[in-house]
Antibody, heavy 120, light 109 residues
């Protein structure tokens, strides 16, 4: 069974840092683009970051550029999101998701999400 | 940056009826890089449609996608009780980058 399991969420003060992890199983992790998507409480989905299979290409939504870093470890089938200089507006459930083949094919495997709360 | 606008914001229908959800892009979506997702409360999104019109694995054939350029539609031919949820469209643009629409809530009338 294909599975993604996120961890690392929690309560952090504004200006603080947090590192999210996503453990993959049941598929060839190194063959897929991977993504982070977030959802603020009661709101819609927002794409956060993408990373290519070998980590050579990364992209981010403008609101997190320079603060968040996406990375991956193919040997350990893991995806990461390093979040620095956190703001209240970063409060959300963070999902990791697998890109189905080409970037055109959407995200077909999702984790259950991990909650990040930025508050003093 | 391409902006996706979904309409209506809320759609109230009864089981057995046909649902038509719209997603309009501010610029043409290249090569039909348009996907649709379903999300139920407390759950992660689920991929329904990719490439504007191809059903993802395991998706019932009552779900169909159509459209090209800037106008896309998700149609649910006969609503089942489990179809009442929030639906999002999503496109892949240059850089690369993804964009989601704001969502359409499909509720029971």
């Amino acid at each position: 069974e294909m599975q993604l399991v996120e961890s690392g969420g929690g309560l952090v003060q504004p200006g603080g840092s947090l590192r999210l992890s996503c453990a993959a199983s049941g598929f060839t992790f190194s063959s897929h683009w991977m993504s982070w998507v977030r959802q603020p409480p009661g709101k819609g989905l927002e794409w956060v970051a993408l990373i290519k299979q070998d980590g050579s290409e990364k992209s981010y939504v403008d609101s997190v550029k320079g603060r968040f870093t996406i990375s991956r470890d193919n040997a350990n089938k893991s995806l990461y999101l390093q979040m620095n200089s956190l703001r209240a507006e970063d409060t959300a459930v963070y999902y990791c998701a697998r890109v189905r083949g080409s970037l055109a094919y959407g995200m077909d495997v999702w984790g259950q999400g991990t909650t990040v709360t930025v508050s003093s | 940056e391409i902006v996706l606008t979904q309409s209506p914001g809320t759609l109230s229908l009864s089981p057995g009826e046909r649902a038509t959800l719209s997603c309009r892009a501010s610029q043409s979506v290249s090569s039909n890089y348009l996907a649709w997702y379903q999300q139920k409360p407390g759950q992660a999104p689920r991929l329904l449609i990719y490439g504007a019109s191809s059903r993802a694995t395991g998706i019932p054939d009552r779900f169909s996608g159509s459209g090209s350029g800037t106008d896309f539609t998700l149609t649910i031919s006969r609503l089942e009780p489990e179809d009442f949820a929030v639906y999002y469209c999503q496109q892949c643009g240059g850089s690369p980058r993804y964009t989601f629409g704001q969502g359409t809530k499909l509720e029971i009338k």
